[in-house]
């Protein structure tokens, strides 16, 4: 089975989570594929195979060694996006891409174009694995199990291929903030780990938001609109009103880079009641806590304005940025550079725009950056995965394993 038979199989696998969903996983059907995963590393021969009853799946590819080493571990998750579905995906392989417009879906006039999506220019010439138009592809992240899984079966079929103690884990629920929430580090017992989670080749990540969700919940008073003068209290208008009292160049679709962002995900309302809820997302910490302020400082003003009861507001805190924990851990990042470059992949180091299981392991005691996937436009239908770029993130992970040996 090559690389690319396993991205293929794994893909054809439903594992979409729920956020609506309390349990551990979320969806029962992500230990079909953990299922699928466990029966693959026994016939390879790893050791220490364990999934639990949270899908939480590890096992261990021994030393061949007697050089001392680190124990490094290779983390990716097992869920794919709640925002669009996971089941029947019926991935397409665009042969030496032109550079033109890929018809996804014709029916449905479903098109990939690089008037919309200009990286694809970077892909010509290449061979493309694209979505049929009507789900997600996964590569998000089972490009990144692809990839683990392809190295665990290098290492074992390659006894000469000298290499230290390697640890693999897949976790269950990372689209959904809760990849790391049942995570083992004691028991995962590696020195450091990286996830193979990014996008574009070269990426490698060491650098997060500080993350937190907010929800206000704003009580109205419904009347008769005939005869609501001075008694109606409009909750949708005050929805509204609230949303407009936040930073307008601060939203999502106006930020890059480092900065930070109010995202609004969710408006559930009525006259009577509205349920509203965002995310908060910066890299710096003053930054951050600047923008919590700002959102209480928006919920007081509601009060003064329509009672101290109006609307409630309660701060989630999700994540820290783990950069504070790997910059003092950097030579995990110079060993992934090293092993891009051996590969031929310019490093390019960004900051993450989004979650990731290594920012809270990284606050566990496990500091854990993220490389490259290759792959494009996740959670969509357009969703791409040019076939040379995941070929060098196994080249990647593959060369992390051997310079280890010589960087100790």
Same mark, same amino acid.
């Not at 590890?58 to 571990?73: F, H, L, Q």
């Not at 076939?387 to 040996?405: A, D």
């Given at each position: ?47 220490? =195979? ?187 208008? =005050? ?75 309660? =701060? ?93």
């Amino acid at each position: 089975m090559t690389l690319i038979d396993r991205f293929l199989r794994y893909v054809k696998v439903d594992t979409q989570s729920n956020q609506n969903s309390d349990s551990c996983p979320s969806t029962k059907k992500q230990f079909d594929l953990a299922n699928i995963l466990v029966k693959e590393l026994q016939e390879m021969g790893a050791q220490d =195979i364990s999934l639990d009853e949270n899908c939480y799946l590890m096992a261990t590819i021994p030393s061949n060694t007697t050089k001392e080493t680190p124990t490094i571990g290779f983390i990716a998750h097992l869920d794919t996006s709640p925002d669009m579905s996971g089941k029947e995906v019926n991935p397409q392989i665009v042969k030496n891409y032109n550079g033109g417009d890929i018809v996804l879906n014709k029916e449905n006039k479903v098109i990939l174009s690089p008037s919309s999506f200009p990286e694809l220019a970077n892909y010509v010439g290449q061979d493309l694995i694209t979505t049929d138009g009507t789900t997600l592809l996964g590569a998000d992240d089972k490009a990144g199990v692809a990839v683990i899984m392809e190295l665990a079966k290098f290492l074992t079929d390659n006894k000469s291929f000298e290499h230290g103690e390697i640890k693999i884990a897949f976790t269950p629920d990372e689209e959904i903030g809760r990849g790391a929430d049942k995570f083992d580090v004691e028991k995962f017992n590696a020195h450091f780990a990286y996830t193979v989670d990014g996008g574009e080749i070269g990426e490698l990540e060491y650098e997060t938001f500080n993350a937190a969700g907010a929800k206000i919940i704003i009580s109205g008073r419904n009347v008769h609109p005939g005869y609501a003068k001075d008694k109606m209290v409009n909750a949708n208008i =005050i929805a509204q009103e609230l949303n407009a009292l936040l930073p307008v160049n601060q939203r999502p679709e106006f930020t890059t880079n480092y900065d930070g962002f109010f995202h609004l995900i969710s408006v559930v309302s009525t006259v009577e009641k509205a349920v509203v809820e965002y995310i908060i997302r910066d890299h710096s910490t003053a930054k951050f806590q600047n923008k919590i302020e700002v959102m209480k400082l928006a919920v007081e003003f509601i009060n003064n304005r329509y009672g101290k009861d109006c609307a409630k507001l309660e =701060i989630i805190e999700q994540y820290k940025n783990m950069g504070e924990i790997i910059s003092e851990n950097m030579h995990i990042v110079d060993l992934a550079e090293k092993a891009m470059l051996k590969a031929d992949v310019k490093p390019l180091i960004v900051p993450i725009r989004g979650g990731t299981d290594g920012a809270r392991l990284s606050f566990m005691g496990l500091p854990t950056p993220n490389i490259f996937t290759g792959a494009h436009n996740f959670h969509g239908r357009f969703e791409f995965l040019p076939i040379g770029s995941i070929e060098k993130s196994f080249e990647t992970v593959k060369n992390i394993v051997q310079l280890s040996l010589t960087d100790n």
